[in-house]
Every structure is written in structure tokens, then in C-alpha cells.
């Protein structure tokens, strides 16, 4: 398939992209193009009237296993606490079907808001065993021709103080697991926790990806350990580590420091704008505390810093609609990124950002912001002059295209009845 007349970001002028056995096989300037479009006339050939081309959303964060458990049991007091005593609950009566369920209508509905990569943790515990691994194994291959999608084994409950764990992780990345999670916060002995996630990563080959530090005090800092951890065994590149609220607790030196360490380390960061909002500062009776990790400060400091949507109307969140667009207002918002620059800037960390954490890329600033000839052909396309107008618009693509294909498609304006008054 060809699409022709097509702007890109950062670039001057008209472009034609040439899919093809799913890939972009070519870019050529618009004058240029004509000449390919008629020794390729064999291609479907889209007429794109100047909308804008991105790549599309890789969605790094989620947790699609619970997803739309609020409409089961919702968390009334709001807390993380409450969210973790439901979650529990709702665990024991969960099966592989009703899992399945939720993470293909989560992928369809991210889908949908342009996102054609993503990344979800699944509940490894004594409770759920490995009920969301099978789930996530059965939905990634349903889904592999529209979502590309990733699975963590996550120990939710902690690894030390949870006999079988160990076992259960170790079997879910022979199942097919992607990569392994951990929570080191949530377990009675945080360092031996971080050892046994990292050997396991070893073991399979696979990255690691960590809930690190979701709390408002200072003193809670396993951030640290993930570091020196992540320096003995040369995991540089590999390593994500999300939440991270206490970092924004610490004082400036001190989180200036915490900050090189991080960036020296190669540890990718994830921020969870709705989520974080939503739970952190809950205690602070004066001047309540956003809890974002400190975003500016990390990217001003070469730090990879990524986003997602962590929970889709659950427990934890009542919130959440799998829209990275959504996500990037709030971050935009929350992170104080409203600058010209700053909000493409937040476009750039849930598409070129999140692709370099993905793929284990040490240097995000390796990838172009626009789509590039040799990428897969999964990119979006808007009614919109801009990346920054796409986070203040709040826009919808007009087409997602996987793979060369459209695979969504909207009307491109908004019909309004002449007799509105």
C-alpha cells in the first residue's frame, strides 16, 4: 500500500510512503514520488490531503489483567491499600477466560487510540499462579496480527515472603514471558528481591522491569539497589524502572545525584501520570504532593523517560482508557511541560521513547521522531498540524496502520447540525 501526500514530523514538504510486506520499503519527497507511484501501480495508493504522519503509540505500562475489575468491585475509599485487599480478593475468583476477556477488549480500546505496541504486567502469586500468564500467552497470539504485545511476570506480592514465587516467575518466562517485573518495596527483604529478579533475567535472557519506590516518603529508595544491581551485572539498557515517586521527595542535591546514577546506569524510567496522581499524596495535608518522578530534571539529565497508562478502570484507578493522548495531557499537565518544545517533547516519550525502551536501546536519541524507511509500517495518521496539537486537542488518529494496512479508520472532521443553536 502507498500513501501519498502525507506530512512528517519535523520535515518540510509532502511525502509518499511506500509500505510494503510490511514495512516502509521507501519515503520519497512528493516530486519525487509520482515516478515510484507508477512503477508501483500494482499498490492501493491512499491519498492522505496533507495530514500528518506519526509513528505510532507504544504503550510501555500496563496491567491489563486487571483491567475493568472498578466495574466489578469497585474501590470505594480510593486508597492503594483498599486497592490491594480487592485486588487479592478478585484474584481468587479470576480464570484464564475472563483474563483473555479483559486484555483483548484493553488492547482493542488501545488500539483504537493509535497504540500498536504495548508492554503489560501479568500477577504471578501464590494466588493467581499463572492464570494471567496463560491469558497473556493465549492474547498475544490472537492479537499478533493488530497489537504487538509484551508480557512481565510480575510478583505482585513480593518474592522472600511468598514460598513458590521463585518457582512460578521461572516457569512463566519458560511459558513465554518477555520480560521479568519485580517490586522490591513489597517484599520483606528488598535487595534479595532485586537479586533473584535479575537472576532469572540471566537465566532467560530477558529484560527486567521493575514497580520501584510508588510512595511519597523519602526513606523509601530502592531505586538504589536497582542500580547497583543493575551496574554488577551489566544490565545497562535493559532495566526499566517505574513509579519512582519518592525520587521527587528527595532533596535537590540529593535527587540530582540519584539522577546521574541513573542515567550513568543506562535504566530507562517510567512515569505513570493518572495513576501517580491519582494514589501519591494522599497524606500531605498541606500542599499535597503531585507524585510524578521529578521528568524534566531525568531528560534535562539523559535519562530515557517513558510514560503509560498503568491501570485501566480498576481498583487502583477508576480511571484510565488506554489512550496515550489522553496520558500525555496529563503528564504535560502534571510534569509542567507546556512549552512548544516540552509538549512534543511528551509526544516523543509515549512514540521514539518508548520504542527505545522496548527494544532495549540505550540511546532513545537514536531514533528518529518521524517514521523511518526500514521501520515496521505501524504509524498513525492526523487531522492535525502538529504533535503539540495532537496533546492540546486532544485528537484521534485518522487511521492506524499496522503492518502497511488500515486497521482503523474515522472521518476525518466533525459534522455539526446546521439548526445547533
Not at 492522505?48 to 466489578?72: C, I, P, W
Not at 527486567?208 to 510512595?215: A, C, I, P, T
Not at 513509579?243 to 545525584?257: K, N, T, V, W
Not at 497508562?309 to 495531557?329: I, K, T
Request: charged letters at 25%.
Amino acid at each position: 500500500m502507498i500513501f501519498k501526500n502525507a506530512r512528517l514530523v519535523g520535515k518540510e514538504g509532502r511525502w509518499t510512503i511506500v509500505c510494503e510486506s510490511g514495512k516502509i520499503k521507501a519515503i520519497h519527497q512528493e516530486n519525487d514520488g509520482s515516478s515510484h507511484l507508477n512503477s508501483e501501480n500494482s499498490h492501493s495508493v491512499v491519498d492522505l490531503e496533507g495530514q500528518l504522519v506519526t509513528r505510532s503509540f507504544a504503550d510501555v505500562h500496563m496491567h491489563l489483567d486487571k483491567a475493568y475489575n472498578s466495574e466489578v468491585k469497585p474501590n470505594q475509599s480510593g486508597t492503594l491499600g483498599e486497592a490491594i485487599e480487592i485486588g487479592q480478593a478478585l484474584k481468587e475468583e479470576t480464570d484464564v477466560a475472563s483474563v483473555y476477556e479483559k486484555m483483548l477488549r484493553g488492547a482493542r480500546q488501545a488500539l483504537v487510540h493509535g497504540t500498536t505496541r504495548l508492554r503489560t504486567h501479568v500477577d504471578v502469586d501464590p494466588i493467581a499462579r499463572l492464570t494471567g500468564v496463560e491469558a497473556g500467552v493465549k492474547a498475544r497470539e490472537a492479537l499478533a496480527d493488530w497489537v504487538q504485545m509484551e508480557i512481565v511476570a510480575f510478583p505482585q506480592e513480593g518474592i522472600t515472603g511468598e514460598p513458590g514465587v521463585f518457582e512460578l516467575l521461572d516457569e512463566s518466562l519458560r511459558m513465554g514471558c518477555d520480560a521479568i517485573g519485580g517490586i522490591p518495596a513489597n517484599d520483606p527483604d528488598p535487595r534479595t528481591h532485586i537479586e533473584k529478579v535479575f537472576d532469572l533475567a540471566e537465566k532467560h535472557a530477558v529484560p527486567v522491569d521493575m514497580h520501584v519506590d510508588e510512595s511519597d516518603d523519602p526513606n523509601d529508595l530502592t531505586l538504589l539497589d536497582c542500580i547497583d544491581v543493575t551496574n554488577e551485572r551489566g544490565f545497562g539498557g535493559r532495566v526499566a524502572a517505574a513509579h519512582c515517586c519518592s525520587l521527587s521527595a528527595q532533596e535537590p542535591q540529593r535527587r540530582q545525584s540519584i539522577i546521574e546514577q541513573v542515567a550513568d546506569a543506562g535504566i530507562h524510567m517510567i512515569t505513570l501520570p493518572s495513576t501517580n496522581l491519582y494514589l501519591q499524596g494522599r497524606d500531605d495535608a498541606v500542599n499535597p504532593r503531585r507524585g510524578l518522578m521529578p521528568v524534566k530534571e531525568l531528560l534535562a539529565s539523559g535519562v530515557n523517560v517513558t510514560y503509560g497508562s498503568d491501570n485501566v478502570r480498576d481498583p487502583f484507578n477508576p480511571f484510565g482508557n488506554a489512550n496515550m493522548v489522553e496520558g500525555a495531557l496529563i503528564l504535560a499537565h502534571a510534569g509542567h511541560m507546556g512549552g512548544r518544545e516540552e509538549i512534543a517533547q511528551v509526544f516523543d516519550m509515549g512514540t521514539r521513547r518508548s520504542v527505545a525502551l522496548l527494544d532495549s536501546l540505550g540511546d532513545a536519541d537514536s531514533l528518529v521522531s518521524h517514521v523511518n524507511e526500514g521501520d515496521r509500517a505501524d504509524f498513525l495518521v492526523w487531522d492535525a498540524p502538529s504533535s503539540q496539537a495532537i496533546v492540546v486537542n486532544q485528537a484521534r488518529p485518522r487511521f492506524v496502520v499496522v503492518a502497511g494496512n488500515i486497521v482503523v479508520e474515522r472521518e476525518a472532521k466533525v459534522k455539526v447540525s446546521e439548526d445547533l443553536p
